[in-house]
Nanobody, 122 residues
Framework: QAQLVASGGGLVQAGGSLRLSCTSSGFTLNDYTVGWSRQAPGMERREGISCISANNVITDYGNSMKGRFVISRDKDTNTVYLRIDDLKPEDTAVYYC??????????????WGQGTQVTVPS
């Protein structure tokens, strides 16, 4: 059974950094386009952050995140990362990784794993 696992979240003080990891079981993540999204407390919808194709073409969403959120892929370990720098309280959310074979995964396409909680106290 194909599964995605997001990990690396935690409690981080404002201004700190985190690197989230997305790994897979049951399929080779290297062959897929992988995306990250987040859902903040009280928000009904997830917010797309970034996605990276199998050949490392990156699509970023949201001008407010550019520069602080960096997606990358390590094909040796079949892992996709999301590095978040200069964390802010408004970054508090559950972060999810998803995969689709060609396009960036969305809430209507691809599949998603369970999320990892990131908390930045104010």
């Amino acid at each position: 059974q194909a599964q995605l696992v997001a990990s690396g979240g935690g409690l981080v003080q404002a201004g700190g950094s985190l690197r989230l990891s997305c790994t897979s079981s049951g399929f080779t993540l290297n062959d897929y386009t992988v995306g990250w999204s987040r859902q903040a407390p009280g928000m009904e919808r997830r917010e797309g952050i970034s996605c990276i194709s199998a050949n490392n073409v990156i699509t970023d969403y949201g001008n407010s995140m550019k520069g602080r959120f960096v997606i990358s892929r390590d094909k040796d370990t079949n892992t996709v990362y999301l590095r978040i720098d200069d964390l802010k309280p408004e970054d508090t959310a559950v972060y999810y990784c998803g995969a689709d074979y060609i396009n960036c995964p969305t809430t209507q396409s691809g599949f998603w794993g369970q999320g990892t909680q990131v908390t930045v106290p104010s």
